[in-house]
């Protein structure tokens, strides 16, 4: 188990960026899944950004993306700070919605779409809010 807490969500008009963090305490063991996954009003929780990373038998990460971010947002981690970043570009107004990280402590199926439901910890999310 994990516990997640996001931040750096806000209001930017279109074509702006945003980086959101999420702080992460707990057990991280040899190998995780971290994602990001952001819900909009009256739609469902979709997964935007996936890192898997192992370290056997050497440290190999590795990261997907929604079809509709990809080239835009850029998902990282800072190991020594226990931290995992969304770096958003080019923001555009259906980005809108609150954006959630969330954990598991094995890598499974780590690809764009993976369901919430699928890992073990989330954070309570950050609001972004893309203007035009």
């Known amino acids: 188990q994990f516990q997640l807490a996001e931040s750096g969500g806000g209001s930017v008009q279109a074509g702006g960026s945003l980086r959101l963090s999420c702080a992460i305490s707990?057990?991280?063991?040899?190998?995780?899944?971290m994602s990001w996954f952001r819900q909009a009003p009256g739609n469902e929780r979709e997964g935007v950004a996936f890192l898997a990373w192992g370290d056997w038998p050497t440290e190999t990460t590795n990261t997907d993306y929604a079809d509709s971010v990809k080239g835009r947002f850029t998902i990282s981690q800072d190991r020594a700070k226990n931290t995992l970043y969304l770096q958003m570009n080019n923001l555009r107004p259906e980005d809108s919605g609150i954006y959630f990280c969330?954990?598991?402590?094995?890598?499974?199926?780590?690809?764009?779409?993976?369901?919430?439901?699928?890992?073990?910890?989330r954070g309570q999310g950050t609001q972004v809010i893309v203007s035009a």
């Open positions: 969330a954990a598991r402590g094995r890598i499974g199926y780590c690809y764009e779409d993976s369901r919430d439901s699928d890992f073990d910890s």
């Open positions: 707990g057990n991280f063991g040899s190998s995780y899944c």
